[in-house]
């Protein structure tokens, strides 16, 4: 009799055990699915609202921001061989960030400790990510369409070097592009006061790549119309950036 109790007992907690396991296997099916209703429940962005709605990102993000010693914002810009989205390989991603006087330990105003993002904090955020499905990443390849922007990616070398092996390019195309919305997203923000109001004075956005290409420093300019990068530049001057 005791051994039948005992068989009676192990059979019923083994089967609890797999309907246990089923349950748990359904819920995260179901998990799953949610999840996937909802990121396909995001709507499209339409090409003729991109910017504005990189600009509604980009603005959001930023007043999420409230450390109150940051002296400046950064808008990375990067193409790299090894990134790759929709078949395209060496295309551009930008994510945004920020450094505070914490960070680079109150270093003097054109250090190049200050200025330089080798030694920020990189905390970023992906405005146009290139390592996972992305609506706006999606929005900027139909951008790059509607405007005849094509192969992305590739550079041509005749185009790169001056007769003095200066660089003039653009980067790979659609680099440069992308360099130009984030410098209008980064101009409006500027001009609309957003802001100097949020943290209550005026800080430079910084558009660059790993490098300071002469076209990360003209998007920088058109990005700060009124100076506010001022000291960014005499910095890149006395760094030999530029």
């Known amino acids: 009799m005791m051994k039948r ?5 192990l059979s019923l907690t083994i089967c609890f055990a797999f309907v246990s396991c089923d349950n748990d296997r359904q819920l995260s ?9 909802i990121n ?25 921001w409230n450390e109150d010693d940051i002296y ?6 990067d193409s790299n061989g090894a990134y790759e989205y929709k078949g395209y390989e060496n295309v551009s991603m930008w994510a945004i960030s920020y450094n505070t006087e ?24 992906m405005i146009i990510d290139v390592d996972a499905p992305n609506k706006y990443t999606d929005a ?25 092996m200066n660089y003039i390019g653009k980067g790979p195309a659609g680099h440069y592009e992308l360099l130009q919305l984030a410098s209008s997203v980064a101009e409006k923000l500027q001009k609309e006061g957003i802001i100097k109001e949020h943290f209550g004075k005026e800080i430079p956005v910084i558009i660059h790549g790993l490098e300071y290409a002469w076209y990360d420093l003209e998007a920088t300019a058109k990005a700060n119309p009124d100076g506010q990068a001022d000291t960014f530049f005499k910095a890149m001057k006395e760094i030999g950036f530029c």
Not at 5 to 9: F, P, Y
Not at 140 to 164: A, R, V
Request: charged content about 40%; aromatic content about 12%; hydrophobic content about 35%.
């Open 5 to 9: 109790v005992i068989v009676l007992v």
């Open 29 to 37: 099916e179901d998990a799953e699915i949610n999840q996937t209703n």
């Open 40 to 64: 396909n429940s995001e709507e499209n962005i339409e090409v003729d609202n991109f910017e504005k709605a990189l600009y509604d990102k980009v603005k959001n993000e930023i007043l999420s």
């Open 72 to 77: 400046a914002i950064s808008f990375f810009v």
């Open 102 to 125: 914490e960070d680079c330990d109150g270093a003097d105003e054109l250090d190049e400790e200050r200025w330089n993002y080798a030694f920020w904090r990189q905390d970023e955020t």
């Open 140 to 164: 900027l390849f139909e951008w790059y369409e509607e405007h005849g922007i094509k192969n992305i990616g590739e550079e041509n070398e005749d185009e790169m070097y001056d007769e003095d």
